[in-house]
């Protein structure tokens, strides 16, 4: 494989015993493994498949958009999926034959839903004022879905601030969702029988399945911490506390080989808008990745600093399109084209000003991954 280009590694048991961590703790709830936006940048298939042959009892997968979850069945995955983004209704015939579970986002699918036979998680919005059907109105969504005879297999929600450690709006929510289920479940409205199963409840992301039981309700949906990165700082400061056993490793590494090293004279500069001027005669490695790579063009400007080998060097002014420098002036012994650097997830969060979550979504499709 060429090492022109920088390319991501992936370790796919790494994930998988991940996916077994979570799934352990979240216990007897099943585990959701969400694994949309390209299993956040990670790659779906590979991962879908990885996960398909775990043995996870009552393992389901979750995606945004009825496309991934077409392809998906397309590539044999037969676990269950859920769809948690809206989907047309051309889509809909097809999403029945493939057994997918879609969310009800709007009561105006209801009917839609009901012809076409297909297997609906109502989403009841209990905060986050995004998708969902607003919670003071579930009760008559309810009844019009009774009426039409939607086919409600579960019925969740999502949280709006656990990874900030809000336990008091996540029980408000909590709250919320548990009054919406208690309506559906009264035999007086003849939505079920007494006998029969009730809808699957779920409202926990990573963060509350991992610190918080009460959320976990029978099954929990994990993105971020099945791929090894934690929620939020604060949530691993808390875990650390819990659980001091509880361990999550990360499953993807980013790398760039340097295709050139340059003496920049003091008094000369490097990049574009001439941010950075050297103040003294430096060593430049030239990296070829970029922000078209998915590496943040915020980042750039000593705000990171990169992994080689044991050490650590800074970017030198603005990363560009295809390209990123860094200043080696200070490393030892002194880095050849060739040397690979390590771009480190959390370290591109911070420098970036953003989160694990929008670094790994937007790694690009044609970045290599290299799965063992």
């Known amino acids: 494989m060429s090492e022109a280009a920088s390319w991501v590694e992936i370790d796919l048991a790494t994930l998988v015993a991940n996916a077994r961590t979570l799934a352990a703790k979240a216990f007897p709830a099943t585990l959701c493994a969400v694994v949309k936006s390209n299993a956040y940048g990670h790659g779906l298939l590979p991962v879908a498949n990885a996960l398909a042959g775990s043995g996870i009892a009552g393992l389901r ?70 998708f969902g059907i607003p919670h003071d109105q579930a009760s008559r969504v309810l009844a019009r ?37 208690a309506e ?41 911490a099945l791929y090894g990165a934690w929620p939020s700082a604060e949530v691993e400061a808390v875990m650390a506390g819990l659980d001091p056993w509880f361990a999550l490793r990360p499953a993807l590494r980013w790398y760039a080989p340097i295709a050139q090293v340059r003496d920049v004279p003091a008094g000369e ?49 603005r990363i560009a399109m295809n390209a990123c420098m860094v200043d080696v002036s200070d490393v030892s012994p002194p880095p050849q084209p060739g040397d690979r650097f390590e771009f480190e997830i959390e370290a591109l969060a911070k420098a970036a000003s953003t989160i694990n979550y929008e ?13 063992t």
């Open 269 to 317: 500069s490097v990049g574009y808008g001439r941010t950075f001027v050297a103040a003294r005669g430096c060593r430049i490695a030239v990296l070829p990745v970029g922000y078209a790579d998915g590496l943040p063009r915020a980042a750039g400007g000593g705000r990171m600093r990169v992994r080689i080998g044991d050490a650590r060097a800074p970017i030198a002014g």
């Open 61 to 130: 997968l979750a995606v945004f958009s009825a496309s991934e979850a077409f392809a998906l069945r397309a590539a044999g995955i037969e676990l269950p999926i859920l769809v948690v983004g809206p989907v047309a209704g051309a889509d809909l015939a097809q999403a029945a034959r493939q057994r997918l579970e879609l969310a009800l986002l709007d009561e105006r699918m209801a009917e839609p839903f009901a012809r076409s036979r297909v297997a609906a998680h109502l989403k009841i919005d209990t905060g986050t004022s995004r």
């Open 359 to 371: 670094i790994l979504a937007r790694l690009p499709e044609h970045l290599e991954r290299r799965y």
């Open 145 to 181: 879905c009774a009426e039409l005879g939607v086919d409600i297999v579960g019925i969740y929600s999502h949280l709006a601030n656990a990874e900030e450690i809000d336990i008091a709006f996540v029980t408000q929510q909590l709250q919320r969702l548990q009054g919406v289920a």
């Open 184 to 224: 559906f479940t009264r035999p007086a409205h003849g939505r079920m029988s007494s006998t029969a199963p009730g809808p699957l409840l779920h409202i926990a992301s990573s963060a509350a399945a991992m610190m918080w039981p009460q959320s976990r309700l029978d099954m929990v949906r994990c993105g971020i």
